[in-house]
Each structure stands twice: as C-alpha cells, then as structure tokens.
C-alpha cells in the first residue's frame, strides 16, 4: 500500500487509489486512522492524503486536489464540510462513471453532522451515509472489489 500527502502525487500503474476527503477541522489526524483501517483490511493500492499540517489550503491553491480526485477511483468523505460537495461529487459520477465514485460517512455522534446527514438524505437518498470511519472504509473496500469501480481517467 502506497501513502502519498499533498503536496506529492505521484501515481501507481494499476493499483487502486483513494482519495481523502472531508472536515480536517477537530480531528485532523481520522486520515491516519483511514489509512491503517484500510491496510489492517489488506488494501493494496495507493491512498492520497491532502492533508497538510499548518496549511490546509495547499491542495485547492496548487491544483493538486483537482488533479488527485481526477487520479482517484473512489472518494473517501469523512465527516464532511455540508453536503454540497458530497452532492456534486456524487451527481457528477452518476452523469460520468469515469469521474470518482463517493463513499461518505458521517459520525452519528457529531451534532454539527446531523445536518449534513438530512441534506443527503433529501437531495441523493440513493447514497447511503455510514455513521462510523469504519463502515466507510469497508464500504469502500465492497465497492472496489466490482470491476466497474476501476474507470478512472488517466490524467
């Protein structure tokens, strides 16, 4: 399994990759534990991280998220910030299955998420919302597994 931080990207062959999404406020360290859920449950591919300690504006100012979501076979969206970038990203996958599919999740016991939790439900009742980073993480792995889930464009 590769790990690879903003503002690095370099990119395997065929392996499977991840992208990290989501709130990096309160919790900036649930990408670590993102990442050894998803090695202790043998994923082999490579797992992009735009996480970057003390400048958490990099990924969007260089173009390195552009281009890491347009490299990702699946975004993984941990407690994310609204459901508006859960929406889009979803929607645009349904319109073009080469653009990244979403798994989110959204823990039951964040007040501030229930809100995130009734948007989705209202506006793509077909996504489900799992409440733990574990479920996520195993959602993400049952997605893998279908051959369909490997359509990423090369950038």
Do not use: K
């Not at 929607?91 to 989110?104: E, G, L, M, N």
């Not at 016991?109 to 919302?129: F, H, I, K, N, S």
Request: proline share 10%; charged share 20%.
């Amino acid at each position: 399994m590769q790990y690879v931080r903003a503002p690095f990207l370099t990119l395997p062959g065929d392996s499977p990759i991840i992208l990290l999404v989501g709130s990096a406020t309160g919790r900036p360290h649930w990408q670590r534990h993102a990442f050894r859920l998803l090695a202790d449950n043998g994923f082999a591919g490579t797992v992009l991280d735009p996480y970057v300690p003390g400048d958490t504006e990099l990924p969007w100012r260089t173009g390195w998220l552009a281009r890491a979501e347009e490299a990702a076979d699946v975004l993984l969206c941990w407690r994310p910030l609204g459901p508006w970038p859960v929406t889009r990203a979803h929607r645009t996958h349904v319109v073009d299955r080469r653009r990244p599919a979403i798994v989110v999740g959204c823990p039951a016991d964040a007040g501030w998420q229930e809100a995130t939790r009734r948007c989705l439900a209202a506006d793509v009742p077909d996504l489900p919302v799992h409440s733990t980073l574990h479920a996520t993480v195993e959602a993400i792995l049952r997605l893998l597994e279908q051959p369909v889930a490997h359509t990423r464009r090369r950038p």
